[in-house]
């Protein structure tokens, strides 16, 4: 059995270790459903004929969906990843646009001992449209479970002791 990154306990990751998901393109139903799931409803993503006549020339997809579809790429083992922590340094560098298909290409940045039971991960995203050029980037921060025999409470007590 071929172990993933993403099912490597915290101690055997390495800074450095890289991946690249699946792609997913976002449609125009993608972003209706996430106006309506936010309320953003800026006429930039929801407004055809407003957005004809503004630099993209054309509705997008939002920043901030786009950030949800890369972290939803990731595929984090859900017994190794316990919980998201931080998200920091997003930059949106170009816009999606619908029909558009993002993949990102990740690396672990920095690993961080919080106890006996998980770590702090962070991986560093760099979300690709079709063409390879970067439309995002950001760094996630999660709690990683190390091997131990009931790591349960101390991840617990981990989500709240870590410094900020």
Do not use: C, N
Not at 88 to 114: M, N, S, W
Not at 127 to 138: E, I, L, N, P, S
């Amino acid at each position: 059995m071929t172990t993933t990154l993403f099912s490597r306990p915290f101690d055997e990751l390495e800074a450095g270790d890289r991946f690249t998901t699946r792609g997913r393109t976002v449609t125009e139903a993608d972003v209706v459903a996430f106006a309506t799931l936010t309320g953003d409803f800026h006429p930039q993503h929801t407004d055809a004929e407003w957005s004809a006549s503004k630099p993209f020339g054309e509705r997008i997809a939002h920043g901030m969906l786009v950030l949800s579809y890369a972290a939803g790429l990731v595929p984090f083992d859900p017994e190794r990843v316990v919980a998201l922590r931080r998200v920091k340094d997003v930059v949106f560098k170009r816009p999606v646009r619908f029909g558009d298909t993002i993949k990102v290409h990740g690396r672990v940045a920095d690993l961080r001992e919080v106890d006996p039971a998980a770590g702090l991960v962070a991986v560093a995203l760099d979300v690709k449209g079709a063409d390879a050029k970067t439309v995002m980037r950001a760094t996630v921060e999660v709690l990683w479970t190390r091997d131990t025999s009931d790591g349960t409470d101390a991840v617990a007590a981990a989500l709240e002791e870590v410094p900020a």
